[in-house]
T-cell receptor, first 115, second 113 residues
Framework: GAVVSQHPSWVICKSGTSVKIECRSL??????MFWYRQFPKQSLMLMAT?????????EQGVEKDKFLINHASLTLSTLTVTSAHPEDSSFYIC???????????FGPGTRLTVT | AQSVSQHNHHVILSEAASLELGCNYS??????LFWYVQYPGQHLQLLLK??????LVKGIKGFEAEFIKSKFSFNLRKPSVQWSDTAEYFC???????????FGKGTKLSVKP
């Protein structure tokens, strides 16, 4: 099946710094990538949708200047958490979908801890 | 807005017991329905999906789900659970405005050996 990777899997950063998370589709071209956030014991909430070569579409309540998303190629999307604060600590999960297949494939997630 | 509700937050079963996890969605259009499993420390994996056709869908690891359109339900079942089925189970519908999945809050399944 299709494989999606995320890097890093776990990151700790100090408050005020920025963190970049990569999401890669390893064996297919992802025309659309989704970024979700999962709080402990809660469900996944969509943060933003990115289409290759276009600006990301953010969900209501998600600050686009804080969570910068770039989908520069058909196999890579990045999420940068700028000026991170402890309340940004969470589990960030990406998923990818190709134009050929309706199904989404999920990455393993990145656990961000901001101290 | 579309939503997915999972009735049980935490289910505890003994091995060999039968399992049924409830899932209801609110979406009036054509739906694609999914069940995902997240084992401890691992990423989401697709258990099964329904797009069209036979409303009884069989997935991996002996799981199945039945789509009942009149009840807006897509319950997950397994006749006999194993300790290795201990995980969090998420129901999802492809009903987001961006084509994204909308997830239920998840049901934690604990199977006692």
């Amino acid at each position: 099946g299709a494989v999606v990777s995320q890097h890093p899997s776990w990151v700790i950063c100090k408050s005020g710094t920025s963190v970049k998370i990569e999401c890669r589709s390893l064996d297919f071209q992802a025309t659309t990538m989704f970024w979700y956030r999962q709080f402990p014991k809660q469900s996944l909430m969509l943060m933003a949708t990115s289409n290759e070569g276009s600006k990301a579409t953010y969900e209501q309540g998600v600050e686009k200047d804080k969570f910068l998303i770039n989908h520069a190629s058909l196999t890579l999307s990045t999420l940068t958490v700028t000026s991170a604060h402890p309340e940004d600590s969470s589990f960030y999960i990406c998923s990818a979908r190709s134009s050929a297949y309706y199904e989404q494939y999920f990455g393993p997630g990145t656990r961000l801890t901001v101290t | 807005a579309q939503s997915v509700s999972q009735h049980n937050h935490h289910v505890i079963l003994s091995e060999a017991a039968s399992l049924e996890l409830g899932c209801n969605y609110s979406y009036g259009g054509t739906v694609n329905l999914f069940w995902y499993v997240q084992y401890p420390g691992q990423h989401l994996q697709l258990l099964l999906k329904y797009f069209s056709g036979d409303p009884l869908v069989k997935g991996i690891k002996g799981f199945e789900a039945e789509f009942i359109k009149s009840k807006f339900s897509f319950n997950l079942r397994k006749p006999s659970v194993q300790w290795s089925d201990t995980a969090e189970y998420f129901c999802a519908v492809n009903g987001g405005s961006q084509g994204n999945l909308i997830f239920g809050k998840g049901t934690k399944l604990s199977v006692k050996p």
